[in-house]
């Protein structure tokens, strides 16, 4: 329900007038008459809201009639003003154009009548007006306060009214907003688009279109575009009104649905291929049993191997559940937690050079990326002097960073070809089978962190480097 404006009373006897420089009290028996000096005196009665209607002669004091009257309104908007002449050619059209609202000749013999009638009108139409203008303001200020844009069309397509959304997001100013035909909003490839949109509007009377719209940064950002038809009281098409919403985010969303259902395609192919080999393997093993004892030994090596690739796949369940929000990280905090848990478990010697704070932007996604990289480093070595070097820096590059890089080299056989095969950018899904699995996900959620991975596989060993958005300085330490 649309809250009523309605005018202040109504009924205006007993309103209150300033008489400036003119004596009408006599005239104005039903009214509450306060003879005042001047202009300053109105302002003064004004800031304390007693003035409903000024009365002034056609030549007032220190000013003249017409600057008077805008005085007025500058202290006591829509308080109306009533000029009283004594007579003369010209009087009552000189008055009108100095800008009064009612003008009343007190020589003739019904002035106080016709003077009390015109006060009286005066008072209630700037009520009316005072009520017009509060509901105008209300309904600016609710549009105002909407997030999407709101506009208004006239029948040829022209910008007629605009929120503050619209404006914001375009850029556009108050002048550059009024009359701007609609294609105008909306980039090249997408104004026959809203051409056709209009068409439908006026004819069927609603349609919604979603475009590129040109924005205040000089981009174009996806928006859905509202319309609907209107018309005057005689069913006359006058022109139409919408709402545009920004879907960049929605799209964002869609596209991470999209690949998600890729990536959870991907690893339901790799875990049916390798859980469907490897029980073949138990299968075929189990029925050589009669002849052969020692295929007990390769039954539960498989066994073994099913049950590692389960608990694989709940460690990619948790990459996939985990809060993808970016948030302050301290990486170089992280990376001393991995190497104290690893020398524990495995043989090798880790060594480990980072600052004492190495703060990147990223998910809570990212601990697995480092703990999975520096796991397949230790599994990896051979020889009798395995290491894992590990070393953290920023990098300030020209174009593109700051990074936080990571290098993870261990002295291994390096990382087979088929495996490698995940950081090929030009496969849209490169994985086969489950050896591969971690490093995919490694680049998979690296790269969703708008970082980048990279290896490099030769005689002396394998080397990741691993480069992430840094954090920004204020929000270091976080």
Not at 4 to 11: L, P, Q, Y
Not at 82 to 100: K, Q, Y
Request: glycine share 8%; net charge negative.
């Amino acid at each position: 329900m649309f809250r009523e404006f309605a005018s202040d009373d109504g009924a205006t006897g007993g309103a209150s007038v300033c008489a400036v420089g003119v004596d009408v009290s006599g005239l104005l028996p039903a009214f509450d008459v306060n003879a005042v000096a001047d202009v300053d005196a109105v302002v003064t009665a004004a800031a304390v809201g007693v003035v409903d209607c000024v009365v002034v002669g056609s030549d007032p004091p220190t000013a003249s009639l017409a600057g008077f009257v805008d005085a007025v309104d500058e202290v006591a908007d829509r308080v109306p003003v009533v000029v009283v002449t004594h007579g003369g050619d010209g009087a009552v059209a000189d008055a009108l154009a100095a800008g009064a609202d009612e003008v009343v000749d007190v020589t003739r013999a019904d002035a106080g009548d016709v003077l009390a009638h015109r006060v009286h009108r005066a008072v209630e139409y700037a009520g009316s007006r005072r009520a017009l203008g509060k509901a105008e303001e209300f309904f600016e200020q609710a549009l105002d306060s909407m997030m999407d844009a709101f506009y208004v069309f006239d029948e040829t397509g022209r910008c007629r009214y605009w929120n503050s959304a619209l404006a914001d997001v375009t850029g556009l100013s108050d002048a550059e907003l009024e009359g701007r035909p609609a294609p105008d909003f909306v980039v090249n490839a997408d104004r026959e688009r809203i051409a056709r949109a209009i068409a439908v509007i006026l004819e069927t009377g609603a349609a919604t279109v979603e475009v590129d719209l040109e924005t205040a940064a000089g981009d174009a950002a996806p928006y859905e575009l509202t319309g609907t038809r209107l018309t005057d009281a005689d069913g006359d098409v006058i022109g139409f009104c919408g709402v545009g919403r920004d879907v960049s985010g929605r799209e964002r969303r869609e596209r991470e649905l999209r690949r998600q259902a890729e990536q959870l395609s991907v690893l339901n192919r790799v875990l049916r291929h390798d859980i469907r080999t490897t029980a073949n393997i138990v299968a075929g093993y189990a029925e050589t049993l009669p002849d052969h004892l020692s295929a007990v030994d390769e039954i539960v090596e498989a066994a073994h191997d099913l049950v590692a690739l389960g608990e694989r796949a709940r460690e990619l369940e948790r990459a996939f559940e985990t809060d993808v929000t970016k948030k302050p990280f301290d990486l170089g905090a992280h990376l001393r937690r991995t190497v104290d848990g690893l020398e524990e478990t495995y043989d090798a010697a880790f060594s480990l050079f980072a600052p004492d704070a190495l703060w990147v932007s990223v998910s809570d996604r990212i601990p697995f990326v480092f703990e999975n990289v520096m796991e397949n480093a230790a599994e990896h070595n051979e020889g009798d002097t395995q290491r894992v070097d590990v070393v953290a820096r920023e990098e300030h590059p020209g174009d593109g960073g700051p990074w936080a890089v990571v290098e993870v080299h261990d002295d291994g056989p390096g990382i087979p070809k088929h495996e490698r095969e995940v950081f090929d950018a030009t496969a849209e899904t490169p994985l086969s089978h489950s050896d591969g699995l971690g490093l995919w996900l490694v680049n998979w959620l690296v790269e969703d962190e708008g970082g980048t991975v990279a290896v490099d596989t030769g005689a002396e060993g394998t080397t990741v480097v691993v480069r992430l958005p840094l954090a920004d300085e204020d929000d270091r330490g976080a």
